[in-house]
């Protein structure tokens, strides 16, 4: 009898550590063979990182973090606290998590990319929005993130040309999408 309770217990702490894997970045993976009810349950405990800091006075966050499966657009803010102007661009690359790694989600075969750059002055704030529609299949439950390409700071003197270019890596927002 204690040795089938044993095996019992060991069954069941089996089954929970699979369906609460770990991974080096610590995002639990929803796609290891658990079931939707425990796929639905991990998405709840996950806390995506939706608020990236540039530099001090400059930040990024999405609008909302939590998305509806088959979402046509994701609403990034965009707010500048300080003397400089912050550049960025139009190219994004949309990833999922999957088996504990990111991977790039598809896009259409034909998709076209334009180079846009974006300015946005200082004491200033903008709201962007990413259209989901160059993906080959519109978002399923998971967890996702966006990375920009780098983005950039400078100073704007007083007769409106830029100095003092300074890079910075590109952005990185997690999201979830879940019934």
Known sequence: MIRFFSLAVLLIFSLLSACSKETTNGISDATDGCSKKEEASILDD?????????????????????????ATSIEITLKNCTDYVLQ??????IEKF?????RDVETVEDQIVTDEGYILYSHDSAIFTIDTGFLRDPLK???YRITSRPLSVAQLDEMGAFHSWKNYPPFQLEFIVKV
């Open 46 to 70: 996950v806390v995506p990182n939706s608020l990236w800091t540039v530099t001090d006075g400059i930040t990024i966050s999405l609008v909302q973090n939590i998305y509806p499966p088959g």
């Open 88 to 93: 960025y661009g139009q190219g994004f690359i």
């Open 98 to 102: 999957e088996n504990e790694v990111w």
């Open 141 to 143: 439950a998971g967890i």
